[in-house]
Nanobody
């Protein structure tokens, strides 16, 4: 099982792209889902997270501008990004904690990363 992310690219400041990330196979369940980002020369940081119960968490830098959501039927997590700024430029990674079957241990998966470049 892998994660496949999409939706990145070159965006003008103020733009509103949406990132998507889905599992490549059917699985039993997914607990936490999240989006992280890593800008050049910086450490990877949490952007937004959503638990299996729907509890949300956001980095202070994106609160009020980004929104995370999940579709448990499609095994997909979304990141709606609004009012983009040049400092949002980074590679964005999705992550999920999955259980392949009822007896499997939790497994942490990461997407391949999708570049988001915000031009001023």
């Amino acid at each position: 099982v892998q994660l496949q992310a999409s939706g990145g690219g070159l965006v003008q400041a103020g733009g509103s792209p949406r990132l998507s990330c889905a599992t490549t196979e059917s699985i039993f369940s997914i607990n936490d889902m999240g989006w992280f980002r890593q800008a050049p020369g910086k450490r990877r940081e949490l952007v937004a997270g959503i638990t299996g119960e729907g509890t949300l968490d956001y980095a202070d830098s994106v609160k009020g501008r980004f929104s995370i959501s999940r579709d448990n039927v499609k095994n997909t997590v979304y990141l709606q990004m609004n009012s983009l700024k040049p400092e949002d430029t980074a590679v964005y990674y999705c992550s999920m904690n999955i259980r392949r079957d009822p007896k499997a241990h939790l497994q942490e998966l990461w997407g391949q990363g999708t570049q988001v470049t915000v031009s001023s």
